[in-house]
C-alpha cells in the first residue's frame, strides 16, 4: 500500500515571487529613505539657532541608524 501525501509550500513572506515585486520594494524603500532624509535635515533646520554657551550647534547629524531604510540619526549636545 501506497501513502500520498499533498504537501502544498506555501509561500514565506520574505521570499519574492516576481521581478516586479522586487523593484516595487526596491523603489518604495528608496522612496522611504529619502522622505526620512528630507524630513530630517528640515527639522535640523529649525533647530539651527539653539547652540551651547561655547557657539555650537545643540544638534547635529550624527550618522545613520541601523535599519533596513537608513535615516538620519539626531543627537543633542549637552556641553
Known amino acids: 500500500m501506497t501513502e500520498t501525501t499533498n504537501i502544498v509550500r ?16 526596491a523603489g518604495a524603500r528608496q522612496l522611504l529613505a529619502q522622505a526620512i532624509e528630507i524630513e530630517a535635515k528640515a527639522y535640523l533646520a529649525s533647530m539651527r539657532e539653539l547652540k551651547l554657551p561655547d ?5 547635529v547629524r550624527h550618522g545613520h541608524g541601523p535599519v533596513e531604510v537608513s535615516r538620519a540619526k539626531i543627537r543633542g549636545r549637552m556641553t
Open 55 to 59: 557657539g555650537r550647534e545643540r544638534l
Open 10 to 25: 506555501l509561500r514565506q513572506p520574505d521570499t519574492i515571487d516576481d521581478p516586479l515585486t522586487d523593484i516595487l520594494r
